[in-house]
């Protein structure tokens, strides 16, 4: 059975980090890309971060310069160190393979300003 399991969500004051993780179980991780989403109830779900096999990183307009992607594969787990955050950062994170056909349940990032 594949898992994915975030963690690390929270509240924060704008200008604060946060570090997410994101655990999967199986064979999926070493053999996908893997991305991060985040969605605001009632707008679209917006694609933050992805990483390839390699390490490779793409981010989003929105959030480069101050967000990081990572990915250990020895520990199937990736990150997303989020720095310099905003109240409009806040939302739900889930982690996602790359193909988008295994999801985590996400995990709630709140910033006060």
């Known amino acids: 059975q594949v898992q994915l399991v975030e963690s690390g969500g929270g509240l924060v004051q704008a200008g604060g980090s946060l570090r997410l993780s994101c655990v999967a179980s199986?064979?999926?991780?070493?053999?996908?890309?893997m991305g991060w989403h985040r969605q605001v109830p009632g707008k679209e779900r917006e694609l933050v971060a992805t990483i390839s096999r390699g390490g490779n990183p793409w981010y989003a307009d929105s959030v480069k310069g101050r967000f990081t992607i990572s990915r250990d594969n020895a520990k199937n787990t990736m990150y997303l160190q989020m720095n310099s955050l905003k109240p409009e950062d806040t939302a739900m994170y889930y982690c996602?393979?790359?193909?988008?056909?295994?999801w985590g349940q996400g995990t709630q990032v709140t910033v006060s300003s």
């Open positions: 996602a393979t790359i193909r988008e056909d295994y």
């Open positions: 199986g064979s999926i991780f070493s053999l996908n890309a």
